[in-house]
């Protein structure tokens, strides 16, 4: 079995390599009465949550989008009205 492992030079890389998971995330949360949240405020908030985190596996971030909380989310987007504007994210 050939193990294959990514290393993404910029954030950018990052989250165009994770998208459909962020895309799938948004559209559960949108199922659960949670419209106001986009992949944008996941992305943001599991940024923070990663921020200590040394050494993640795609799959550990991947997993991550798929298995979080929404009402984890839901609390942080509420919490976090600045980091919710969607023209000053950073990708």
Do not use: C, Q
């Not at 998208?19 to 940024?47: C, T, V």
């Not at 949550?49 to 979080?68: H, Q, R």
């Not at 009205?81 to 023209?87: A, D, H, L």
């Amino acid at each position: 079995m050939i193990l294959l492992e990514y290393e993404f030079t910029n954030l950018e890389e990052l989250y165009k390599r994770v998208r459909p998971a962020l895309h799938s995330k948004e559209k559960e949360l949108e199922k659960l009465g949670y419209s106001n949240i986009d992949e944008f405020d996941i992305w943001n908030y599991l940024k923070d949550k990663w921020k200590n985190s040394n050494e993640l596996t795609l799959s550990d971030i991947v997993d991550d989008i798929l298995n979080t909380d929404s009402e984890e989310i839901n609390l942080y987007y509420k919490n976090n009205p600045n980091k919710n504007i969607k023209k000053d994210i950073e990708v």
